[in-house]
């Protein structure tokens, strides 16, 4: 149990950076956010997806990675990351 919540963490830590470059930055591509960041490609994709599924970011193809671009708002307003 203590393994899984560890990992739990370290993917949320994850979304986390990786929401703060975008957000900063503009847009990345998942393969600067991997070098940048140092993340294992595994922690990344799952990052990716919990923040695609937040509705949080958005991915578009670019060659052989991935263009990350922060969503600012949608229908209910702007987007903030959920605070614990």
């Not at 393994?3 to 703060?20: F, G, M, P």
């Not at 799952?46 to 671009?69: F, Q």
């Amino acid at each position: 149990m203590t393994d899984t919540l560890e990992y739990t963490r370290c993917v949320q830590s994850a979304a986390e950076r990786i929401y703060a470059v975008v957000s900063q930055s503009g847009e990345a591509s998942s393969w600067e956010l991997k070098l940048s960041l140092k993340l294992h490609g595994t922690i990344l994709n799952l990052a990716l997806g919990h923040l695609l599924a937040r509705g949080m970011i958005t991915l578009r193809p670019d060659g052989l990675t991935l263009k990350i671009k922060p969503v600012t708002q949608n229908e209910h307003g702007p987007l903030v990351p959920e605070k614990k």
